[in-house]
């Protein structure tokens, strides 16, 4: 998400920018009536194995009781929105596979409830809002073809295609900080914790037009600089470049849950330069803006 953030969820318009890197699922008939499931890493090895009751969708065993209550509860979820996805009670295997690290936070949750809604044949964002409390943008660039801008406002969800492409695409860079964040964790305590105005969300909404349709590399760092004052005085927590990168001669904003996952850094700097700041910090994984996103 490059805009929007938090105040997505309270009806806020947001750019979102798909990934080339997705999640692979295959689904095949296999012998019993369980379900059996493997999650596999870039590498093809195994990060993941749960055996899943399809009586009640409870785990029979797994390597992590929670990532397997939690497809069980996305299975059940499709059930109830399609009475006769997994009615027969026959065992299957289901076999994902990641394009990107499992550690990245570039939507394995959102990609997972786009696939099994692929599967059930439902509706992925009826699915989605049955097991989370997050807006769905993710799950609306699991199907995205290129840039979108998304709104969810009054249980009403707006998605159009966005003309975002910068001539500055060079420019621009993604920087992992090592710290994946708790999405919906994240979201649980904004939700609990935080009070917007329709002066802020319209703000946010003007912004990620503004920042949509830029033309100057210059505007577009202002607006990010203005987009990350905003969200970090209503956050109350101070943005990540007088964090960690004060000293940097370009913008750099956080992107989706503050304070981990990705970053978007902005540089008109040779590249080499460009990623020699950031690896002199610690920060190894550098993207280049054409590398990552999907439609380059």
């Not at 069980?72 to 009475?83: E, I, Y």
């Not at 690290?101 to 949750?109: M, Q, V």
């Not at 970053?263 to 190894?284: C, R, W």
Request: proline share 3%; net charge negative.
């Amino acid at each position: 998400m490059l805009t929007g953030e938090y105040l997505v969820l309270n009806g806020a318009k947001a750019l979102a920018l798909p990934t080339k890197l997705g999640q692979a699922m295959t689904v095949k008939p296999s012998r019993g009536s369980d379900l059996i499931w493997v999650a596999k890493d870039t590498e093809g090895n195994k990060w993941f194995e749960a055996q899943i009751s399809l009586l009640d969708f409870t785990p029979i065993k797994s390597t992590d009781e929670t990532k397997a209550a939690y497809i069980g509860k996305v299975l059940k979820s499709a059930v109830r929105l399609n009475s006769e996805f997994l009615d027969k009670w026959n065992g299957f295997k289901v076999e994902t596979t990641l394009e990107f690290d499992k550690d990245w936070g570039l939507g394995s949750s959102s990609t997972l409830i786009y696939n099994v809604a692929e599967w059930a044949e439902v509706n992925p964002y009826f699915l989605h809002f049955k097991v989370s409390n997050g807006s769905g943008y993710d799950v609306a660039c699991a199907g995205a073809e290129g840039p979108i801008e998304y709104m969810f406002n009054d249980d009403q969800l707006s998605i159009s295609q966005s003309d975002f492409d910068p001539k500055f695409k060079d420019k621009l860079f993604f920087i992992y900080l090592g710290q994946k964040q708790d999405s919906a964790l994240e979201v649980e305590q904004y939700l609990k914790t935080i009070k917007v105005t329709k002066a802020q969300i319209n703000q946010i909404s003007d912004l990620t037009e503004k920042i949509a349709s830029s033309k100057s590399f210059g505007k577009f760092e202002q607006h990010l600089h203005t987009h990350e004052e905003i969200i970090g005085s209503i956050l109350k927590r101070e943005p990540i470049k007088k964090q960690l990168f004060s000293n940097f001669w370009g913008s750099v904003k956080s992107l989706g849950a503050w304070g981990g996952d990705f970053i978007l850094a902005t540089s008109d700097q040779p590249v080499k330069e460009t990623m020699a700041y950031f690896k002199n910090k610690g920060y190894e994984t550098i993207i280049p803006y054409r590398e990552l996103i999907l439609g380059e």
